[in-house]
Structures are given as structure tokens and as C-alpha cells.
């Protein structure tokens, strides 16, 4: 009888050695809740297991939240195309003989329980990852990968093996995946740490059941931490003819659960405890705590450059300016309107002059004449000078609407610049509108001036032949200008005009070749100056000068020409550092960056543009010649 005793306590302790140390099983009717991987808030999603395998709808199923209903209840079944399962077996060679055997047999007892629409893949690692079956619900496929023990090699490398089976699910499409990891080691050699392979479950939405298989080598820390931070759970094992219960109960597990989603409708910062209940089980709670509101951006407006422009503090400055330059429009156009008499004004409709105009023109023009010094301070002021320019290129506006719509394109051009540029400097460009404007009033002017040269000598021709018809000074100077092309007609217009108001015809000539900047024009004053106080035959006199004119016209042209090829270089030597700046800062890359990011670079830079306006300046003095 003690004989007996002592063989059934010797079968106890064998019994007990082969039997594993940690389970995953559940109280029996006791349903189990945890969190899914893709819960959120306030759409809520946990994983359901029932101990025993029965279908499961929302009818048959009350969730609660602090014993208070939830919206939107739904229960997804296990299986489908949202989820599925990986069977990652050991294969190093530490798993020689009966370990991978048990693991084949574990494997084989894990498909047996589940269910038939759960796709399946099968995978050993060591130093290399092998897929003995790809994701498939096809059971004689999955049967003949584990059909036999696969070869073994040296290496343990469990992180980059769990990297590439959470790439594979991913691959798949797979919402969420359970993988089945069993090993009998500690990683050994793998490429990528603990940090990283915990980074790729979570990304696929990954749970790991870490099943350990005791051995010399054997370090639980790995797969303890893997099933813990994943959501998982660990097992151990003893001895490998343990492991086929466990793999057992993981598919039946796996068969039992169903994923329960609905929507929380409790506020935030709230202890929720979640309980559900299916009839004939006990119940199963969970807990979480409610986020807190999030009032800060989600960044779901992207704010654009030309909204940082509007808000921008320097479009502020730029919209003050523009406005006080209209405010200063609108008083020079006020004080500009004061000034017009009714006598003034009349004067634009009737023609026929006054003695008191004809004393004030008289006493204008005797000013002009009186000095260089004086004329530089009574009209060749900045606003004078270009009312006078304005008029003496003929424009149909005035200076002041003109000075209106430099203003306005200036604006313009400042918010177009700084919108295209994406910068707050192209407001700057704005700025160089009223340079733009005088630019091109200087340059018509020239045209004016240089039209009215190449007519003089012409124009003094005819005026020649008909003082020798018999006509007056004034009368052949009237038929010249019937026979005068513009601007040359306007001008001696003005001069019969003048003369008309009293003026002596040589000042009113001479204020005519200040005017129009000539000197030719000034030698035909004096030739009528000479004719008014001394006589002579000027009709002779006007021949030579006519002379004299078109031989200075041809040595103007000569100097023209062979001063051509300066001016072109100077353009050329100008325009190709600004041509090569523009095109490195849309091809070349990061070459700019040393110049525009550093403070010598910017300080060569400013020396360069610098040096390069004095060259210019230096070429174009070089190329003019006065003839």
C-alpha cells in the first residue's frame, strides 16, 4: 500500500513538472474585457472573450458605462477581413528535438481550435524569417506547413522577426492582428532593438501572446515586456509537451472573441467603468479615464502665406503709408485747386490776353533770363521741373492724377511682389513706382527734345525762304510754324504767343531753348537779338546756322556710333551679375546660401551691387560725349 502511495505522488510531481507554470485560461462563465488596439474616444472598441464557444449579436450583449446605457452598440465576430493571427515559431537551434516538435504539435492544436474564417499565417524565425504560410484561411494549407518540424539554424533574432511580421500585417490590410510568438531563448543578434519592434506592433495594431518555453538559455524579460506592452499575455512553459494545451487555449480564445464598439457620451476627465454582460455568464468590467477637452489647433486649417500676409504687422506699416500718401494727394489737389483763379480758369476758354497778363508773362520771363541762379530757384524745383516735363511731353493728364496713379500702381505692385515672392520685402518694390514714373517722363522728354533738334534745321530753312518772299520775322515765323511737325510746332507756337503778349522776340526764343534744353535754339536768340538792335540780313545768318546745326547733328551721330559697343557693354557688364544671381536662386541650390545666410556673405553682396552701379555709372559718363 505505501508502495502504491509512493508511485501516485511520483506521478503528481511528474504530472506537475510537465504542466505550465502560467496560464492563460479564464474562470469558467466568466467573460473577459479588454481594450482593442484601434479604441479611441469617443468611439470605444474592446475585445470580448466568452469561456466557451456560442454565437454573440448586440441583442444578446448589455454594455454600460458607470451603470449608464452607450450609443451605437455593435459586436464584430472573430475572423473576417479585419483581423487575423500569426503562429511565429522559434526555430534556432537551442529548439533541437523535442522543443520544435512540441512547437509543431502546439501549432497543429492551435489550428484545430480556430475558427474557420480566421485567416491564419505561419512563420519561424532564427536568423531569418521563414513563412511557412501566408495569411489564408485555407486549412489544408495551414496543415502542411505544420505538418513537420522546419530545419533550425543558429540565432534567436525574436525583434526583427516581430518587425517583419507587423510589415506583413500591415501588408495585409489587416485592422488588427494577434501573433502567437513562442521561444525558448532571449533575442540574440538581432539588427533592430526593443524600442523599435514595440514602435512597429503599435503602428499594425499588434498584440503579442508570448508563450516561453524553459530552457538553459532561457530569459523570460523579453517576451514578458512584448506580451505586456502590446496588450498581450505571457505563458510559460516547463517542458514542450505543455505547450499544446496552451496553444490550444489561445485558439480557443481567439474563436471566443468578438470586438464590441459604441460611443461614449460621458464628459471628460471621467473615471468610466465599462461593464458588459452576456446572459448565462458572469460579467466583465474594464476601466479608463476620459481625456481632458483639447482646446488647442488640431492643425486641420493650414494657414497660407497670404493670410500670415494680411495678419502681418509690416502690411500694417505698409497700408498706414499708402493711405497718408493719398491723404497727401488729396491736399496738393485741393491747394492746387485753390490756386486757380477765376481769371485762370477763364483763361482755358478765352484766348484773347489782358494787359495784366501780359505784364505778369513779361515780368515771368524776365525772371527766367535774370540768372542760372535764380532759374535753378524759381523753376527747376522738383515739383515745378516735373509739371514742366509733363507738359512738354504732351501728356492728356495732369501731373497730379499722375502722381495719383504712380501711388496706386505702387500699392499694387508692393502686394503682387510680396504675394508671388512669398516675402514681406516685396512690399519694398512699391517704392520704386515714383522712380518708374519720373524714369519714363525723363525719357519722353529726351525723345521730345531730341525730335525738336533734328527739326530745327528744317524748320530754320523755311523760315529762311520766307523772309527772303518778302515776309516779316513774325510773319515768316508764322508760316513755319503752320508748316512744323510737333513738338517743334508747339513750341514756336508759344514763342508767337509770348511775343504777343509783349515779350521781345529773342527772350521769348531763348526761354523756348531753356526749355527744350538746345543750343542751337539759343543761337537763333541771339541771331534775333542781333536783328532787333543792329539789323542785317538774317535770313543769310539763319542759313549758316542751319549750317552750323546740321553739321553738329552729323558729328552727334558719329559719336553715336562709336560709342555704340560701350553702351552695349556697359548694359551687358551691368545686367550679367543681376542675370546670374536670379538664375543660382532658382537652380542652384544651396549655392546662395553662404551670401544670403551670413553676415560676410551679405556684406560682399552689398559691396558687389554696389561696385557694380559705380561701374555702370562709370561707363555710361564715359560714353557721353557732348558735341
Do not use: C
Not at 111 to 132: C, H, I, N, Q
Not at 534 to 539: D, E, L, Q, S, V
Amino acid at each position: 500500500m505505501k508502495r502504491l502511495a509512493a508511485i501516485a505522488a511520483a506521478g503528481a510531481a511528474l504530472a506537475a513538472l510537465g504542466a505550465p507554470t502560467t496560464s492563460l485560461g479564464q474562470s469558467a462563465g466568466q467573460l473577459k474585457l479588454t481594450e482593442s488596439p484601434t479604441s479611441g474616444f469617443p468611439d470605444r472598441a474592446y475585445l470580448l472573450t466568452l469561456p466557451q464557444t456560442r454565437p454573440l449579436n448586440s441583442s444578446q450583449l448589455v454594455v454600460t458605462e458607470n451603470d449608464g446605457p452607450v450609443v451605437g452598440l455593435g459586436v464584430q465576430p472573430p475572423g473576417g477581413s479585419s483581423s487575423g493571427a500569426v503562429l511565429l515559431i522559434d526555430a534556432s537551434n537551442s529548439m533541437e528535438g523535442a522543443p520544435i516538435n512540441g512547437a509543431m504539435v502546439a501549432a497543429r492544436a492551435f489550428l484545430a481550435e480556430r475558427k474557420k474564417d480566421l485567416p491564419v499565417s505561419v512563420v519561424v524565425f532564427g536568423p531569418d524569417d521563414t513563412v511557412l504560410a501566408e495569411f489564408t484561411t485555407d486549412g489544408e494549407d495551414l496543415t502542411a506547413a505544420v505538418a513537420q518540424a522546419p530545419p533550425l539554424a543558429e540565432g534567436t533574432h525574436i525583434y526583427d522577426a516581430l518587425i517583419n511580421v507587423a510589415n506583413q500585417a500591415k501588408d495585409e490590410g489587416l485592422e488588427r492582428t494577434t501573433v502567437v510568438l513562442l521561444s525558448d531563448g532571449t533575442d540574440v543578434g538581432s539588427s533592430s532593438d526593443r524600442a523599435s519592434a514595440l514602435a512597429a506592433l503599435d503602428e499594425a495594431n499588434v498584440r503579442v501572446f508570448s508563450v516561453g518555453l524553459k530552457s538553459k538559455q532561457y530569459d523570460p524579460a523579453t517576451l514578458q515586456a512584448v506580451a505586456q506592452r502590446t496588450g498581450g499575455r505571457y505563458a510559460e512553459s516547463s517542458s514542450p509537451a505543455a505547450l499544446e494545451p496552451i496553444f490550444e487555449e489561445i485558439g480557443q480564445q481567439l474563436s471566443n472573441e468578438y470586438e464590441v464598439t459604441y460611443r461614449s457620451v460621458l464628459p471628460p476627465e471621467r473615471e468610466a467603468m465599462v461593464k458588459a454582460s452576456v446572459v448565462g455568464f458572469t460579467p466583465a468590467t474594464a476601466t479608463y479615464t476620459t481625456p481632458a477637452l483639447d482646446v488647442t489647433p488640431r492643425g486641420t486649417f493650414e494657414q497660407s502665406w497670404t493670410d500670415e500676409v494680411i495678419v502681418s504687422p509690416y502690411l500694417m506699416v505698409f497700408i498706414v503709408i499708402a493711405v497718408l500718401a493719398l491723404i497727401g494727394f488729396a491736399v496738393l489737389t485741393i491747394l492746387e485747386a485753390r490756386r486757380r483763379s477765376l481769371k485762370r480758369r477763364m483763361a482755358m476758354y478765352v484766348t484773347v490776353p489782358s494787359e495784366e497778363e501780359s505784364r505778369a508773362r513779361r515780368a515771368e520771363v524776365s525772371a527766367m533770363l535774370a540768372s542760372r541762379a535764380q532759374q535753378r530757384i524759381g523753376r527747376l524745383r522738383s515739383w515745378q521741373k516735373f509739371e514742366s516735363d509733363v507738359e512738354l511731353i504732351g501728356l492728356t493728364i495732369s501731373p497730379l492724377a499722375l502722381l495719383f496713379w504712380t501711388i496706386v500702381a505702387g500699392i499694387v505692385a508692393s502686394l503682387v511682389a510680396a504675394i508671388v515672392l512669398q516675402s514681406l520685402w516685396g512690399l519694398l518694390i512699391g517704392l520704386l513706382a515714383p522712380f518708374v514714373t519720373r524714369w519714363y517722363v525723363s525719357r519722353q522728354v529726351k525723345k521730345v527734345k531730341e525730335s525738336f533738334e533734328d527739326q530745327l534745321a528744317d524748320n530754320l530753312d523755311v523760315l529762311s525762304g520766307a523772309m527772303r518772299t518778302g515776309h516779316s520775322v513774325m510773319g515768316a515765323l508764322a508760316v513755319m510754324v503752320e508748316s512744323a511737325d510737333e513738338p517743334s510746332k508747339r513750341e514756336f507756337r508759344r514763342v508767337l504767343q509770348d511775343e504777343q503778349l509783349g515779350v521781345p522776340l529773342d527772350d521769348a526764343l531763348m526761354v523756348m531753348s531753356r526749355r527744350m534744353g538746345s543750343y542751337d535754339a539759343e543761337q537763333v536768340a541771339m541771331v534775333m537779338r542781333l536783328q532787333r538792335e543792329a539789323g542785317g540780313n538774317t535770313a543769310e545768318v539763319l542759313d549758316r546756322v542751319a549750317e552750323t546745326i546740321r553739321g553738329r547733328q552729323e558729328i552727334r551721330r558719329l559719336v553715336q556710333v562709336l560709342t555704340a559697343q560701350a553702351r552695349i557693354s556697359r548694359w551687358i557688364l551691368t545686367s550679367l551679375p543681376i542675370f546670374l544671381l536670379v538664375v543660382l536662386s532658382f537652380t542652384g541650390g544651396d549655392y546662395l546660401d553662404p551670401l544670403l545666410h551670413n553676415t560676410i556673405g551679405k556684406f560682399f553682396l552689398v559691396l558687389g551691387a554696389v561696385l557694380v552701379f559705380i561701374g555702370s555709372f562709370w561707363i555710361k559718363k564715359i560714353a557721353e560725349v557732348d558735341v
